[in-house]
Structure formats: C-alpha cells, structure tokens
C-alpha cells in the first residue's frame, strides 16, 4: 500500500534557498525612507540587521547557499514530512490526491523556525549578542527564542497583548527557552508609551508591536531586530518548504495542481508556494497557487496594493504592498498570526500581476475544517494552519463535484497545541466570526501615506 | 556528519510485538478473584476486555502479530524518529554517546497511542460500540479518544481530578476528539459517589478513576473498559518502541549499555527496555535497563512485591506486584501519569528477579533536567518523561566521571506541551519537592490484602 508519509533524508535537506525575485516578471519596488520618501538603499538597514540579510534582502540570484551550521540545526527536524491525506480524502469521499507538508514537527511547533535559524546565525557572525522581536501568536516569539538559544543570543519579545492573554502557554515556552517574553503595547519603549496614553485598554497589533521591538532595537548597539514574515530574505529562508515538498511529491509521483497556503504576512506561503511558482515562471507549468488569508483581516483580498509603512508608530521603511493600512486595527480573532495588516512585498506584487490567487475565510469556518481534519488525520492544526486546510477542503470538495482527481498540496504549518482554548470555543458554540469593519477598512485605508504623488 | 535523527521507512514498522512472558525466568503469578482470592482464569476478564485482549494477557507465545489494519494506522506517525542527542552530549561534555526515541511525534503526544489503537481495533472487531475509561495526565485519555474516532467507537474518560484542573488543554484535546471527560470522582458511579461521600474535596488518583471506568463498563452491555499500562498486552503493544529502537540502533552502528524510560504503570518502560532484555534473557547480552519514578509515589524502590488490588474500590482482580497499597494518595505532583500505586506485574517480576533496575527522583530534579534538556535539543519534554531525561543525564555525568564512553538509550515518551504550567512553576521558582509521607506508606502498605496465608 501507498505510503502515509513522504520522507526524505538529511543528506537531501536543500543547500540553497530559492530567491523568486530573480524570476519574477516584475519585482517589487524598493523600499522607501520613512521621513524622505526617497528610496533607500541597503546601508539604511543597517542599524538593525546584519549585512548578510540586508544582501540577501536585496539580492536578485537565484539560489542562495544555506550555511552549514544552518544545515546542520535544520537536522533536528527537517527534512519534515509530507503526508498523503488518505483518511480526510474518504471522509471527504473525494477523488482529489490530497498532500499536506507538515512543519508542525520542528521544535517551535511552526515553520517559523527555518527563518528564525538562519537570522540568529547571521546575527552571530556579525558580532550582535541581542535580538528584539514582536510576536503575534508566539510561534515567531516561540522559535526566535529557540534559535537565540541554540546560539547562545539573548532575546526579548514583545508579544501582541491579546495574544499574551489568550495564550500563556506560548509565553512560557519562550520563557522556558530563556526569551524576555513583554506584552505589547508596553511602557518599555515611545512607540508603546504613546499608544497606552492614547487607548490605555489596547489589546494590541503587530504593528504596534514591530514599532516597539525596531525601537529597542536601533536604540542598543548590541542589539539587532528581527522580522518573523514579509521581508524578502524571511521569505527566501522558508522556501526550504517547498523545495523538500518538490522532492516529495516527486518521490510519490505526483505533481499538484494547486499549493494553497496561509497567508498572513506571506512567509509561510512563500515557504510552501514560490518553489513551485518557478516551475511555472521558468517553465510555464500549469499549477495555481492560493493564499488563505482571515476575513477579518483580509489583506490580499480587500486591501490596497500602495506604499506603506511596516509598523504602528512610522519607523520601519515604506513597502509597496497590499495594506489595510498601517493604523488598521484587527480584531482579536484566534489566529493571530494573520492579524497583520500589510504583506510580503513579493506575494504583493505575484498578486497584483495575477500569478496567484487569494481567498478569505471567517473562523468558524476555519475551526470548523480544523476539526474534520483532525478527527481525520490526528493533527490539531494551529488556528493560521486551518485557514489552509478549509482552502484545501474546499478545493477537494470542487474537484468532487467536478468529478476530477486533482493533486492538491496546502502546507500545515504548524500545530494548535497552544491553541485549544480556541477550539473549546469553537466545540462549545461560544466562538464568534467577527465581520470585517467597513468603517475601520475605509479608515485604514484612508491613512495610507501619499508617496510619489 | 553523523545523522541527528535516524529514521525508518513504513514498511520497517515491525510485524509483531514481542511478549517478555515467554523469556523470562519466572512469569508473573496469576491473577486472582478479588472476592474469594482464587486464580481468575480468563473468562471472569470477559464482562470488561474482548477475548483477543484477553489472550494475549496471559499468552507465552514469543511473537504476536500486529494485525494489518493496526499497521496502518501505525503509519500515521511511526516508525518514530530515534534521535542522537549531539547538542545534549556536548552542552554535559560527557564521553557518553546518547540516544532517545521520541514518541512525541504521535498525534496524541506519546506513547499511549501505540496501544489505544489496537485496543480499540480489538474492541470493534468484538462488536463494541463503546470505551470507558480513566486518566491520569491525559495522556493515555488523549491517545483513546483519538483511537475511538479513527474507529468509529463512542468514549467516556474518567479524568483524575487535579489533572482536570490542571490541565485543561488535554481535556479540550480529548474533547476535540469527540470524548466525554468527566473530573473523577464523579457522582456517575457508585465507586466514585462513596469517595466523594468520604472525601468530598478529592483530587482523586488513578486507582479511584479505574475504579470508577470499570464499574461503567461492566455495567453496559455495549461498553468495554481499556487500561492504559500495568496490564501485560498493554506492555506488549508498546514493544513497538523498543523493536524500533533496536533496528535504528543498529543502523547507527551503535548498542545500549543503558535502556532508560520512565515508569508509571509500567508499559513506557515495558515497551522501550524489553525488546533490549530480550538480548539479555536469550543471549546472555549485557544491557542494562532502568525504570525511573517519582519520589513522591516510588512503586518499585519504595513498595511491596505483593498481591494487591488494581482501584481503589476493590473491583479489579488483584495482580502480584510491587505496591503502595491501593488506598495510597500520592500527592498531586506533576507527573500524573506517574502517579499509580501498582505497577506493571511484567516489570515488577523482573525488577523482583533482579533483572531490571529501578531509581527515584524529586520533581525539582526531573524539571531542571527537562529545561537543560529542551535547550539543548529543542523539545520540551513531558514531565513524566523528564524523569528518563534526568535519570539519562546522571547516567551521562557519571560516564563523564569514569571516563567511559557509555552508550545511553532513553525513552522520551512524550512532549509536554500540555504541561507547560508545571514548567512556570519550576522557572519562577514555584515549583516544591512534595517529600513522600511516610505515614502515609506505612498507612497504604497495611492495607494490603492478605492472601494465601
């Protein structure tokens, strides 16, 4: 019988990433001053990242080599697996091919980690002894505070206040990995200083919480700052996903026909999707690709594609992105990985120049699929995960009705261990979907920076 | 370099469990009626287990094959990955060179699956419709639930009570799951409506909420009752690990000095060490295997090799076994998965023909080898797991001391992400040694039965 799982060995743990900007027809433009509006260049990022990452940041090569002590950490649990849904697909009764890649069996519990390794390497090798980061649903705090460990680095998170509340088993886990673990906004930094005296009762966004941890950040020498999604090399570090998942499928002889992903600043997309967008950019293969994002933050689907800044408080950059705007507040739903209000600037532009599709959901629609999947297939997804697996539910059930074996692959990626109040929510009737504000879109939107006339 | 993890593939999942009974020197003496203190033949196990279980209770055939429909589900996450603990080894500096398999990767968390699954396969194909039984930690509550919806059978749990308050995420996991869980004592049975009479603020214990799944299973014509260790086919099942363990060791070019696993009820260390003793008792092999518990409910090092009673409220037949005593409170440390009076009458023989070892930690202690032992290898592991971790890392120090190059194989049961309350407590210092009472002892060890003279 067909295997359940797709697994490959660590000799076959890639050795470069992909870097999609080297294939894309159009590339995302550059990034601009925050004060000037002037374009800036590699140097301007300095007092917050090391060199290696701006350069890869900015980067148009193709493959980009993975260090070997990188490698060698991915060991602990990469190459991940993938999984034939052969249990969903008879509970669905569905004549589509269903895979999943699992990034739920790293340490952190998410994908977070194929970045979060990589950062803290070269931060290391630049001589920085600190890192400062925000986290929204504590996987990116959880696996900085991992690989600041496995190295030796200090790390303090600020983590989004709803999130803090909601989930106190994410924060002890960055504590048991020794992380300074703040809840944001805080009194430790201007930016949260001025949002307490504003709204004293804030539960929080990452925007806010990115401008806390850059200001930390800019304000030490020994400290650096680092990013979970959106940036370019964030992106590039979680392609490892997709290019073991090729492999995979390959190894299970089968080719997707759609990859579906999460999608909430684009890194896990990315990670499982832009391997197999080069297939069709290079070669022109027919396989769509589909970012899953909330309704209530549905940046890709009701944002607008327009400069912007990355956070609350003006600091970061101006990325040309799909936004609801830097001031949009989300509301507090489960999944707060998702609740950010911007993009990655290049699944922006792959999504504004139509190569990629984008669909949003409501969370009990999300918790709902979560639940088939797991009485299914055992794993408990994380509430950003099951965005993707309503996606692929939905999209096996189409190809039933259509009567078509399509191959789809979504990338779970991650596990809702530290989520479960969110499912006793969901299992007891209590959770809530919470419709997007048009009045708060519209005055998001409205606070979008005039740049370029 | 050497391999982090060394894998198999799905079709090195073994074909049969190997039963200890028909190696060892001296097989454990029958069981008895708990009424008149006869030997029990296996019929009177009827009311409560399918005749399949039944047999390879009390068979002394060598090999028993896993039925095919097990392997499959098997699949969904073994064979597990054994792990070479490289950052481990060099954080102590010890010459030791360490192993651990790691059943964490199971959907359910641990080790417990490995035996629902059959369990609940022989109970289908019995024509039982539905599973009660109890809980300690969650642990093996969350592998049945999970066993019970893949196949389709209905499952009550009877949850000890101070693991129902402590751990609500096993109890919303179980539920997620499709299980009823219930805090025992419950009024819903006679045995658990007279402790509470008694004892109305009980926490309660595992011998209480046996007590209480066996009353509700023997009285329902459709309901079987399941144990979760302590009875020999559990043992069997989890050989599994150690059967693995085995071929991976050897692919790694490597074999044990030292098996370690952690000992509750007994089947984790069952299924990790016997496969090993069976080198031992076959072979003449000299491998070491070393059962550890808690301080606070020290079965082997502290009890008695006597007839006892499986509950509390005298309604299992008694087992010859190292004992607290079945009225033995253990107080609510930790580990409550650990927290049982008896033990496995498999390990209790062997332990009392001094072919296994036993050894006794603190909780401070298994915590600060747990934390030392997530930082270094990235899991965090169950607390009943910590205390092979602990017992693993005194094995490694001490090689350090003799200069010896040991080889260490420990069993990690389980990851602790439900347990991570336990962790704050021990990080911010919270966290006490609850020393055994020896009152208490004296008071459980008096009540044993007097049996045959």
Known sequence: MPETKILLSEQEIPTHWYNIAADMPNRPAPPLNPATGEPIGPEALAAIFPMALIEQEVSSERWIEIPEAVREMY??????????????????????????????????????????????????????????????????????????????????????????????????????????????????????????????????SLGIAISEAVEDAASRADTNYALGSVLNHVCLHQTVIGLEAKKQMEKAGDYPDVVIGCCGGGSNFAGIAFPFLYDRLTQGKQVRAVAVEPEACPTLTR?????????????????????????????????????????????????????????????????EAAVQFARAEGIVPAPESAHAVRA??????????????????????????????????????????????????????????????
């Open 303 to 367: 944002g607008k594609f327009a400069y912007d800044f990355g956070d609350t408080a003006q600091l970061t950059p101006m990325l040309q992105m799909y936004t609801l705007g830097h001031t949009f507040m989300p509301s507090g739903i489960h999944a707060g990985g998702l609740r950010y209000h911007g993009d990655s600037p290049l699944v922006s532009q792959l999504y504004h120049d139509g190569l990629i599709e984008a669909v949003a959901y409501n969370q009990t629609a999300i918790f």
């Open 392 to 453: 692929a539910i939905d999209e096996a059930l189409r190809a039933k009705e259509a009567g078509e074996a399509r191959v789809i692959l979504f990338g779970l990626s991650g596990h809702g261990h530290f989520d479960l109040a969110a499912y006793e929510a969901y299992l007891s009737g209590d959770l809530q979907d919470v419709p997007l504000s048009e009045e708060a879109l519209a005055a998001g939107l409205a606070e979008l920076p005039k740049v370029g006339g």
């Open 75 to 204: 060991r602990m649990w990469r190459p991940s697996p993938l999984y034939r849904a052969h249990r969903l697909e008879k509970a669905l009764d569905t004549p589509a091919r269903i895979y999943y890649k699992y990034e739920g069996v790293s340490p952190a519990g998410s994908h977070k980690l194929n970045t979060a390794i990589p950062q803290v390497y070269y931060n290391k090798q630049a001589g920085i002894r600190r890192i400062a980061t925000e986290t929204g649903a504590g996987q990116w705090g959880s696996a900085l505070s991992m690989a600041c460990q496995f190295f030796g680095l200090a790390c303090t998170v600020y983590m989004v206040k709803v999130s803090y509340q909601q989930k106190p088993y994410r924060r002890i886990l960055m504590s048991t990995f020794g992380a300074e673990v703040i809840p944001s906004p805080s009194d430790r930094t201007e930016a949260g200083r001025k949002i307490l005296a504003e709204h004293p009762d804030s539960l929080g």
